[in-house]
T-cell receptor, first 115, second 115 residues
Framework: EAGVVQSPRYKIIEKKQPVAFWCNPI?????LYWYLQNLGQGPELLIR????????DSQLPKDRFSAERLKGVDSTLKIQPAELGDSAVYLC?????????????FGPGTRLTVL | DQQVKQNSPSLSVQEGRISILNCDYT??????FLWYKKYPAEGPTFLIS?????DKNEDGRFTVFLNKSAKHLSLHIVPSQPGDSAVYFC??????????????FGKGTKLSVKP
């Protein structure tokens, strides 16, 4: 069974440029998450999808971040414009969404460097 | 305010000995706890979990203990192997009547197992 796929793995951009990250969850997983991980910190939730609906985006900085999950499968996270402080690893995770199924499965992440 | 705390940023253990990683939490409503393992340049990998109705869960060399009164859990690895060297994240979740809540992560503990 294929795991969570993310691309690109690494991205270097200059500040004020736009950037997009792509995620394909494990087949059949209805719930998809985007996390931000800063150096020396644990992952922090940005947005959570149940199928194509964003059910929790309270931690997403909506002035510059946006996300979509069309058709309830793969998802894209966008930053426009990027700032120096956005340099971090962006992780995507998925879970089955079944009641009391708490395990989330993570992709390898995209390491973003903003110069 | 950090709800999940891993107060030891690093731990060094000799191969074959026991590794004990600790985690404290503040929210008494958490009802499920997970440990993730992370190698450099990879996403976190689910390791082991425990429900709040239990005080111990064992899987091979890995055992998680939960002390609800102290709001403390620990991960024991016996015997430790060099391949266990990684960053270990403690995470907690609160479920709402079968509907999954969001994972809250600690900052992680870097385990080094020396041959």
């Amino acid at each position: 069974e294929a795991g969570v796929v993310q691309s690109p793995r690494y991205k270097i951009i200059e500040k004020k440029q736009p950037v997009a990250f792509w995620c394909n969850p494990i087949s059949g997983h209805n719930t998809l998450y985007w996390y931000l991980q800063n150096l020396g910190q644990g992952p922090e939730l940005l947005i959570r999808y149940e199928n194509e609906e964003a059910v929790d985006d309270s931690q997403l900085p909506k002035d510059r971040f946006s996300a979509e999950r069309l058709k309830g499968v793969d998802s894209t996270l966008k930053i426009q414009p990027a700032e120096l402080g956005d340099s971090a690893v962006y992780l995507c995770a998925s879970s089955s969404g079944a009641p009391y199924s708490n395990e989330q499965f993570f992709g390898p992440g995209t390491r973003l460097t903003v110069l | 305010d950090q709800q999940v705390k891993q107060n030891s940023p690093s731990l060094s253990v000799q191969e074959g000995r026991i590794s004990i990683l600790n985690c404290d939490y503040t929210n008494s409503m958490f009802d499920y706890f997970l440990w993730y393992k992370k190698y450099p340049a990879e996403g976190p990998t689910f390791l082991i979990s425990i429900s709040s109705i239990k005080d111990k869960n064992e899987d091979g060399r890995f055992t998680v203990f939960l002390n609800k009164s102290a709001k403390h859990l620990s991960l024991h690895i016996v015997p430790s192997q060099p391949g266990d060297s990684a960053v270990y994240f403690c995470a907690a979740i609160r479920n709402y009547g079968g509907s999954q809540g969001n994972l809250i992560f600690g900052k992680g503990t870097k385990l080094s197992v020396k041959p």
